[in-house]
């Protein structure tokens, strides 16, 4: 073979190598059009029979001279390819991503805003006990001008036999205590018969990573025109939470607040591991307000403040931190609750970095 002809055989191949990418890209143009037709029929964008009896059709009509199992091997990754497009185009459509929506969603309840770069604080106990600790804990609170009181009333707990809250008696107490403080009241929602309840006595609801992927509360949330905060479940990745935030958002409701409240890994030191990479990532994928509780996520106190700063850093648009009279005595989570003193001086470290707004004045 003279070097003319090999010269002509690889240009040849060149030619066919053209031509296969062309007909890749015409077919990842049919695979567009058919992902946006079962979009409109609400059909699964992946399609394992289908995959199969295409592979399948390829195989008898192979001639050689690759074998049965090269031929399927090759059209694999082609496949692969084209779901990752459908991927990425479905991605687009999320109501909840940056696809969608370019600038930050700023959620703003009794002129507070949560959102927009500008950090928060959300404090309180673990749940309710009584009208003196709420005022103990609010009057604190609004001393160092935090303005947004969480605590809970009906609470998930892991252990049937731990304290489940005071119900409607801590909702009443919640409700008072933040209109005498002038306060933005939050408290957790875990099923949907408790909805109508809740949301009469409370600003924003919150829904515990027990309850992040229980659909039919995110459904029935999405239909109702409240804020709420949505924690991140401690096995769940990043596109689950989005997802689940998805629910809520694409049943009208768009005041959506996403929480980093720790995963769990396999270690010990820590009552679970703060992702902090969470907090850019979901900053860059969605335009959602993202949150950060240092309390759970860390389990100890001795961490909360470089955590806080840490989370403020990596650009969270506020903090939650769990605070109460007496920590000693608390009926759930004492051993992560901040003192009244301890959060002052946690407070005090933080508002440099705080909006103006809720500064100690």
Same mark, same amino acid.
């Given at each position: 073979m003279g070097m003319s002809e090999l010269e002509a055989l690889r240009k040849e191949l060149d030619r066919i190598n053209v031509g296969i990418l062309e007909l890749i890209s015409a077919r990842a143009q049919v695979v567009e059009r058919i992902g946006a037709e079962k979009r409109k029929q609400g059909v699964p964008g992946f399609d394992p029979v289908r995959e199969s009896v295409m592979l399948e059709y390829l195989v008898s009509r192979? !001639? +050689? $001279?690759? %074998?049965?199992?090269?031929?399927?091997r090759l059209f694999k990754p082609i496949f692969?390819?084209?779901l990752e497009l459908l991927e990425e185009e479905r991605k687009k459509h999320l109501l909840v991503t940056r696809k969608r929506k370019r600038e930050d969603t700023i959620i703003e309840v009794k002129g507070i805003a949560i959102g927009g770069g500008a950090p928060v604080i959300l404090a309180g106990p673990c749940a309710v006990e009584s009208m003196g600790q709420m005022r103990a804990v609010a009057s604190s609170l609004k001393k160092q +001008?935090?303005?947004l009181l969480r605590a809970g009333a009906y609470k998930s707990r892991t252990s049937p036999y731990d304290f489940q809250g005071l119900g409607l008696e801590g909702l009443e107490i919640l409700q008072q205590v933040g209109s005498?403080? +002038?306060?933005?009241?939050?408290?957790?929602?875990?099923s949907v018969s408790e909805l109508e309840q809740i949301s009469a006595y409370v600003d924003i609801i919150e829904i515990s990573p027990k309850n992040m992927q229980n659909f039919t509360l995110l459904q029935a949330v999405g239909d109702a025109?409240? $804020? =709420?905060? @949505?924690?991140?479940?401690?096995a769940a990745t990043l596109e689950e939470l989005l997802l689940s935030a998805e629910y809520i958002v694409s049943r &009208?409701? !768009? !005041?959506?607040i996403l929480m980093e409240r720790g995963i769990r890994t396999f270690e010990k030191w820590t009552r679970n591991t703060l992702d902090i990479s969470a907090v850019p990532i979901l900053k860059q994928e969605s335009h959602l307000p993202v949150l950060v509780d240092i309390s759970h996520s860390t389990g100890r106190k001795d961490?909360? @403040? $470089?955590?806080?700063?840490?989370?403020?850093?990596? &650009?969270? %648009? +506020?903090? @939650? =931190?769990? =605070?109460?009279p007496d920590p000693t005595i608390s009926l759930s989570d004492s051993q992560l609750q901040l003192s009244i003193p301890e959060f002052n001086e946690l407070s005090e470290v933080l508002a440099p970095q705080l909006r103006p707004s809720i500064r100690k004045q």
């Open positions: 192979n !001639q +050689g $001279p690759f %074998d049965d199992d090269t031929i399927r692969r390819a084209s +001008g935090v303005n005498e403080f +002038g306060m933005v009241t939050i408290s957790e929602l875990n025109n409240i $804020p =709420v905060i @949505l924690k991140r479940a401690k &009208g409701n !768009q !005041q959506v961490i909360m @403040l $470089p955590c806080a700063k840490a989370s403020i850093a990596a &650009g969270a %648009d +506020g903090i @939650l =931190v769990e =605070v109460h």
